[in-house]
């Protein structure tokens, strides 16, 4: 089990909450203590914020623990099962995957520091070198290959340790380790194309209620830093940043079009960033996606521009051979629409997700004219109608990942050839957002991006994979995905 950035010790990604384990003078005080997602991290904020977020911040140049600190994901199932007390996440799973015999000798939670980008998870933890060892002794000693389940960007990190499993001077696996070590992958709530409300949480420190950090964890960094402090320390975590869109324009749309368009709306949701006047006579012109990353890059330090430019790419490739190129750049290895599905054919892929929340799109920003401000803009809370809640406009999805992020690489994305050379099948079950009015977790059938982990039905289906009968699952699909897919400008060969 692959947990994502909630359900993750430090963050949630895969591990639940981060563990201090320096002993130098200012991390004593916080040995073995959660400092994200915890109790402990609120009493830190309040009593002693400097030392807390000092600890949380990764080095700005190195994208590595800083000198005297050391802070590691938890480890365990009590790593992923709750969050804090009587706040569940991956505890009903392992309940049920326990009802059908799975134990500890048998299911393994590969909890993973988040913070990090996605190279430096093997540089200081051997993050991918771990989980391939574990996933080879499970196989070999089951005599059965194992079945891979992840959540939120630990979809994304399955996606990126199939390329780097495979490839020579990484994983050294070659062309046939998932072919002869995975059975198939349920990807949960997967962001393959990233989440856009990672794009305010850099670009101004506006999270709102990013329930891909965890509101509880949230509240904290709003109640009690700045929108300048908040936006530095999401940027000193280069990990979180792995979630920022891809696939650009092509996927997201341009100034006047976008793939998920309603026939009703008068602005365009390809209209990533839309400026009102603010304090200026005359508003900053409206952005794409494309347009809103490169801004991001031009108004951030060099240090943030560089960990990025680094770790993570964005665009699309457009052939075959392109893809292929691209197996020995692992830059492009998180993207799903710059690298292809491993040489696989008896895998099987499982996308689970929610839809019928409405979740961010798109934004209205102004720019600040306050001198003593290190962030230039800030979503224009002002402005409201026209589909926008305060600035923010919404759209389908599960109230974290958007429907196309979720969804298209399932429907259309890996069923073109050079993403998907071997075929690998995939099935895709959608599961409306259908709470219950009185239940603060919405109840059996909810759709919400975190709150799905205890669904009835995701459970079941878990199962139904995980007990060798996955053949048995239909798709199951009642958004608009297939028609907005077919609308998206990303061709075969």
Request: proline letters at 4%.
């Amino acid at each position: 089990m692959i947990p994502g950035v909630i359900s993750t010790g430090l963050l949630s990604a895969l591990t639940q909450l981060a563990e201090s384990w320096g002993t130098g003078e200012k991390s004593r005080p916080y040995f073995r203590k959660r400092l994200w997602g915890s109790w402990s991290m609120l009493r830190a904020m309040v009593t002693d914020r400097a030392t807390w977020k000092a600890h949380v911040m990764l080095d700005k140049e190195t994208g590595l623990d800083p000198p005297g600190i050391k802070l590691r994901a938890a480890q365990g199932f009590d790593a992923t099962d709750f969050f804090v007390t009587g706040y569940w996440l991956w505890s009903k799973i392992i309940e049920n995957l326990a009802s059908i015999g799975y134990d500890p000798t048998s299911a393994h939670t590969a909890s993973y520091d988040w913070r990090l980008a996605y190279q430096n998870l093997e540089l200081r933890d051997r993050y991918f070198s771990r989980l391939k060892n574990y996933i080879e002794t499970a196989a070999k000693l089951s005599d059965k290959k194992v079945v891979l389940v992840a959540h939120s960007m630990g979809s994304q990190l399955a996606h990126y340790f199939f390329k780097w499993v495979e490839a020579e001077g990484y994983g050294d696996g070659g062309s046939r380790w998932v072919e002869d070590n995975i059975e198939a992958f349920i990807n949960i709530s997967g962001c393959m194309l990233g989440a856009v409300k990672g794009v305010p949480a850099v670009l101004s420190g506006e999270m709102k209620d990013t329930a891909q950090l965890n509101r509880f964890a949230v509240y904290g960094l709003e109640k009690f830093f700045s929108r300048e402090d908040r936006a530095e320390i999401m940027r000193a975590m280069p990990g979180i940043s792995s979630m920022l869109p891809k696939g650009g324009n092509a996927v997201w749309g341009n100034l006047t079009w976008a793939p998920d368009d309603s026939p009703s709306q008068n602005t365009s949701n390809g209209a990533f960033i839309k400026f009102t006047k603010g304090n200026y006579t005359e508003a900053h012109a409206n952005l794409s996606m494309s347009e809103s990353l490169d801004y991001l890059l031009e108004n951030s330090d060099s240090w943030f521009h560089n960990m990025i430019r680094q770790s993570y790419s964005h665009g699309v490739a457009l052939s075959g051979a392109e893809v292929e190129a691209n197996q020995k750049i692992p830059q492009k290895w998180v993207n799903p629409l710059e690298s292809r599905l491993p040489f696989a054919p008896s895998l099987k892929i499982y996308c689970f997700y929610g839809i019928g929340k409405p979740t961010e799109r798109s934004y209205y920003f102004h720019e600040n004219n306050d001198p003593l401000s290190r962030l230039n803009v800030s979503i224009d809370t002002t402005v409201s109608g026209e589909g926008s809640d305060r600035g923010v406009v919404t759209a389908e999805g599960d109230g974290t990942v958007s429907l196309l992020s979720a969804g298209y690489m399932c429907v259309k994305g890996w069923r073109l050839k050079r993403f998907n050379p071997a075929g690998v099948k995939i099935k895709t079950y959608e599961m409306p957002h259908q709470p219950e009015m009185f239940d603060i977790r919405g109840g059996p059938n909810t759709g919400d991006h975190v709150d799905i982990l205890g669904r009835q039905k995701l459970n079941e289906l878990i199962l139904r994979v995980a007990a060798g009968d996955g053949d048995s699952i239909s798709d199951n699909i009642e958004s608009d995905i297939v028609a907005i897919s077919e609308r998206v400008k990303i061709y075969d060969d």
